[in-house]
């Protein structure tokens, strides 16, 4: 049944398609960490939508968010609800930094609002962004991530953009390679007139590569130094998925602007971002738009953030994750001998393949091995060449160590 859809999914919808290349299944329902397709077959879930659904399929607190919700409204723009008050109330409690709030509807409209605000109050152009960055597809967004599919669309986008390599130890070109990354930033930021600066804690598209120690602490102090509002995304790292709810909590800093999209909403698309106070000088209808602020996401946004608060899930995700990783790496160890690297901070691990000489290795049989054995795990990298973790924080840990199972058969029998 699934290739029968797939099928006519292919003649009704655009050749633009991406996931369904890699997953060749048609899903009937979701609950939990399992899927289940139209033919029946369960598969243990490490994608999650994206790390999206972060709290599990079908989960009954945010099942009863939305439909407490719903009997009461589902669509009013800006016109307050009492759960949007309540939902900013609760999100301000997990920053750090005195913030206001704009709400948008995706992940790559939250980075549009957040490039805007930081342009705006300095009056500046160039935005800053790193060679392993995906910030979206739209305009601007393409303009400030790297991606071999974004490449392409370049010339057409917003080039205001001054890009630097992120520190990625496994390939770092430089021997120091975090004290001359964040030097390269200060000397941008000298020489041009730069608005902005964006980074994502964790290079998510890019590879889930974790900077070393002292990278957000290093860029924090230089922005604060010259004036430039220092852009966290947390589109993917946020909302518990590094094990605590903002993955920049883990470097103490005080960011000036955070985008929050995907898990906030668990799958009902909402976004915003988060900034400081003093950046609140923008006009009346600065970023309006028919769909923010929905407060069906919002209310899942609430109920997700006040789990994460008062359950011990971020203690579990800390531990769990590092046990996975561990596995990864021994796993990987036996077959792949040194020509690997796994790294990754609670569920957002990556496992990076290459060859003795470092060439990348694409994962994409690697995806599909893992499929006909019931584990759906996608790629992400330049270069297609890393499997990644990111489970719902809720897996069950005897169905994290049968996926586990699951990868080293597949490790073992993909040809090197
Ligand atoms: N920023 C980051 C860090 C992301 O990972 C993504 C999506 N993968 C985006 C922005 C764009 O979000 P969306 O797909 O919702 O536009």
């Given at each position: 049944k699934s290739l029968e859809i797939l099928k006519q999914q292919e003649e009704l919808e655009?050749?633009?398609?991406?996931y369904p290349k890699y997953f060749r299944i048609a899903v009937k329902e979701a609950k939990g960490s399992t899927i289940i397709d139209v033919d029946d077959n369960i598969y243990i879930d490490w994608f999650a939508g994206i790390a999206v659904v972060n709290l599990g399929h079908n989960n009954p607190i945010i099942r009863k968010a939305i439909e407490t919700q719903l009997d009461k409204i589902w669509h009013y723009l800006e016109i307050p609800t009492e759960i949007r008050i309540e939902f900013m109330k609760t999100l301000r409690k997990t920053l750090n930094f005195d913030a206001k709030f704009l709400f948008t509807t995706t992940g790559a409209d939250a980075v549009e609002a957040a490039v805007k605000i930081a342009r705006w109050n300095t009056g500046k152009r160039y935005i800053i962004a790193f060679n392993e960055a995906y910030h979206g597809v739209t305009a601007g967004t393409v303009g400030l991530s790297n991606s071999t599919n974004h490449r392409k669309f370049q010339?057409?986008?917003?080039?205001n953009v001054i890009r630097l390599p992120y520190p990625?130890?496994?390939?770092?070109?430089?021997?120091d390679c975090l004290n001359e990354v964040l030097s390269l930033v200060e000397h941008e930021i000298k020489i041009n007139d730069v608005a902005g600066l964006i980074v994502e804690p964790i290079a998510g598209e890019g590879g889930y590569i974790v900077p070393p120690k002292g990278f957000l602490k290093g860029l924090r102090e230089i922005t604060t130094e010259y004036n430039i509002p220092l852009i966290v995304?947390?589109?993917?790292?946020?909302?518990?998925?590094?094990?605590?709810?903002?993955?920049y909590e883990w470097e103490g800093i005080k960011p000036d602007i955070v985008t929050i999209a995907k898990a906030i909403g668990e799958g009902i698309p909402i976004s915003l971002v988060a900034y400081n106070?003093?950046?609140?000088?923008l006009p009346q209808a600065f970023h309006l738009g028919t769909?923010?602020?929905?407060p069906l996401g919002i209310a899942v946004g609430n109920a997700t953030l006040n789990y994460l608060m008062n359950s011990n899930i971020l203690d579990r995700v800390v531990s769990l994750g590092e046990y996975a990783k561990k596995r990864f790496d021994e796993i990987m160890e036996n077959y792949y001998k040194g020509k690997y690297d796994v790294r990754g901070l609670g569920f957002m691990i990556g496992v990076e393949f290459s060859n003795e000489r470092k060439d990348p290795i694409n994962v994409k049989p690697y995806i599909e091995t893992l499929l006909e054995k019931g584990v759906i795990m996608y790629k992400a990298g330049i270069y297609d060449n890393v499997l990644r973790f990111m489970a719902p924080?809720?897996?069950?840990k005897q169905l994290l160590d049968r996926g586990l199972e699951k990868f080293e058969e597949a490790v073992k029998e993909e040809p090197r």
């Amino acid at each position: 049944k699934s290739l029968e859809i797939l099928k006519q999914q292919e003649e009704l919808e655009t050749s633009a398609l991406n996931y369904p290349k890699y997953f060749r299944i048609a899903v009937k329902e979701a609950k939990g960490s399992t899927i289940i397709d139209v033919d029946d077959n369960i598969y243990i879930d490490w994608f999650a939508g994206i790390a999206v659904v972060n709290l599990g399929h079908n989960n009954p607190i945010i099942r009863k968010a939305i439909e407490t919700q719903l009997d009461k409204i589902w669509h009013y723009l800006e016109i307050p609800t009492e759960i949007r008050i309540e939902f900013m109330k609760t999100l301000r409690k997990t920053l750090n930094f005195d913030a206001k709030f704009l709400f948008t509807t995706t992940g790559a409209d939250a980075v549009e609002a957040a490039v805007k605000i930081a342009r705006w109050n300095t009056g500046k152009r160039y935005i800053i962004a790193f060679n392993e960055a995906y910030h979206g597809v739209t305009a601007g967004t393409v303009g400030l991530s790297n991606s071999t599919n974004h490449r392409k669309f370049q010339p057409y986008y917003d080039n205001n953009v001054i890009r630097l390599p992120y520190p990625y130890e496994y390939r770092c070109p430089f021997r120091d390679c975090l004290n001359e990354v964040l030097s390269l930033v200060e000397h941008e930021i000298k020489i041009n007139d730069v608005a902005g600066l964006i980074v994502e804690p964790i290079a998510g598209e890019g590879g889930y590569i974790v900077p070393p120690k002292g990278f957000l602490k290093g860029l924090r102090e230089i922005t604060t130094e010259y004036n430039i509002p220092l852009i966290v995304d947390e589109v993917q790292t946020g909302v518990g998925r590094t094990g605590k709810i903002w993955a920049y909590e883990w470097e103490g800093i005080k960011p000036d602007i955070v985008t929050i999209a995907k898990a906030i909403g668990e799958g009902i698309p909402i976004s915003l971002v988060a900034y400081n106070k003093d950046l609140d000088k923008l006009p009346q209808a600065f970023h309006l738009g028919t769909y923010r602020g929905n407060p069906l996401g919002i209310a899942v946004g609430n109920a997700t953030l006040n789990y994460l608060m008062n359950s011990n899930i971020l203690d579990r995700v800390v531990s769990l994750g590092e046990y996975a990783k561990k596995r990864f790496d021994e796993i990987m160890e036996n077959y792949y001998k040194g020509k690997y690297d796994v790294r990754g901070l609670g569920f957002m691990i990556g496992v990076e393949f290459s060859n003795e000489r470092k060439d990348p290795i694409n994962v994409k049989p690697y995806i599909e091995t893992l499929l006909e054995k019931g584990v759906i795990m996608y790629k992400a990298g330049i270069y297609d060449n890393v499997l990644r973790f990111m489970a719902p924080l809720t897996i069950p840990k005897q169905l994290l160590d049968r996926g586990l199972e699951k990868f080293e058969e597949a490790v073992k029998e993909e040809p090197r």
